[in-house]
């Protein structure tokens, strides 16, 4: 996301050199190892931290990619409920307020319509460096992986080897104690001391063999170990490298993240300043006067409406069959002796009861 120029009120983004992490006191290829040659706890440990990394950055990129989403739906809700403010019957600076809202909304929904793309792209990058990890890290636990069955494989056939040796050695040892014993004995005949003599020689003869067996076997795991040990400390280079480029990565990333947070609350501070500037102009005694200006009707008050004989009414209806009165005089202008008496109306009552009767 773009930011503000000249804004200070955004956090930076700050870089691990790897010259500080060089100040670290121990390294993985010092601390990931133990005692007994078959031991794998130190390469299970690191790819097992590899594993809880990798499963740190889906966290993170799920993250990325839901709000990335709630930031794009909140956008259209917001350009939604910009078209509640219409064409406005308001007048004066209540009236300007309210337009200015309408747009300050419109405003307002870009901001987070550029926050859900940012967000967007940094789920991408985020599962980018994921993928890429798991080819690094896959390249040197498949050569590691060879050198340890290499090692373990070994190791076996040379504790096989070995145990053979000894068996070997032992049947020497006892076949020479036989043989000792027959030459001392007065009662051995020749033909014993010559089977003793040759189960002897055979014997030293295995012995020497498994000997030979054994150590040649005690070089072949020597080389194994070697080969094993280089491949388990480039593994273990790799494995905190990937340690380092992750915890830099992911902290910058959140970081990032943090400033969005940051420049959509800053973009919508400076849309409300722009609505409560024109807000602070708004008063009650210029916007009445304002609508006073455009909408008034007149000043003067009208004449009261006064009653009138209706034989001087019909000839204003006869000119107006609208029974419009517009231009007539008050009746004011009429005398009293001009208006009905009680006994004229008397009088027309009862014609119109005889009438009735008839």
Not at 30 to 36: A, E, K, L, P, Y
Not at 206 to 213: I, Q, R, S, T
Not at 242 to 247: G, M, P, Q, S, V
Not at 264 to 271: G, K, R, V
Request: proline share 2%; hydrophobic share 35%; charged share 35%.
């Amino acid at each position: 996301m773009p930011l503000s120029a000249g804004n200070t009120k955004m956090v930076r983004i700050v870089n691990i050199s790897r010259e500080s992490l060089a100040m670290t006191l121990t390294t993985y290829s010092d601390t990931f190892w133990g005692g007994d040659l078959s031991c794998l706890d130190g390469f299970k440990a690191l790819s097992k931290r590899n594993q809880e990394g990798k499963k740190i950055c889906g966290e993170v990129e799920e993250y990325l990619k839901k709000r990335s989403k709630l930031e794009s739906d909140y956008s259209k809700s917001l350009s939604n409920l910009a078209k509640i403010f219409k064409e406005q019957e308001e007048i004066g600076v209540l009236e300007a307020t309210l337009i200015k809202m309408r747009s300050e909304l419109d405003v307002m929904a870009t901001a987070h319509t550029r926050a859900a793309d940012f967000f967007n792209t940094q789920a991408d990058l985020v599962e980018k460096f994921k993928k890429d990890q798991s080819v690094n890290k896959k390249g040197v636990e498949d050569t590691l992986s060879k050198a340890q069955n290499a090692k373990i494989s070994q190791l076996n056939k040379t504790k096989q080897l070995e145990k053979a040796y000894v068996r070997r050695c032992q049947e020497r040892d006892s076949s020479e104690a036989s043989l000792r014993e027959i030459y001392t004995s007065t009662t051995a005949q020749a033909k014993d001391i010559d089977k003793a003599r040759v189960k002897a020689s055979k014997a030293e003869e295995e012995a020497n063999k498994a000997d030979d067996a054994y150590k040649s076997a005690v070089l072949v795991l020597e080389d194994s170990r070697v080969n094993w040990e280089r491949e388990m400390v480039a593994a273990c280079n790799v494995f905190q490298k990937l340690d380092e480029e992750r915890i830099t990565f992911l902290r910058q990333e959140l970081w990032r993240a943090i400033n969005a947070d940051s420049q959509i609350a800053l973009d919508i501070d400076n849309s409300c300043e722009e609505v409560r500037e024109i807000l602070e102009k708004c008063d009650v005694v210029s916007d009445i006067d304002a609508f006073i200006q455009a909408r008034g009707t007149g000043v003067d008050h009208p004449e009261p409406f006064q009653y009138r004989h209706y034989s001087k009414i019909m000839p204003s209806y006869d000119n107006d069959s609208g029974g419009s009165t517009e231009g007539q005089q008050p009746y004011s202008e009429y005398s009293n002796d001009e208006l009905e008496t009680p006994k004229s109306i008397v009088s027309k009552k009862s014609f119109l009861g005889l009438t009735r009767r008839k």
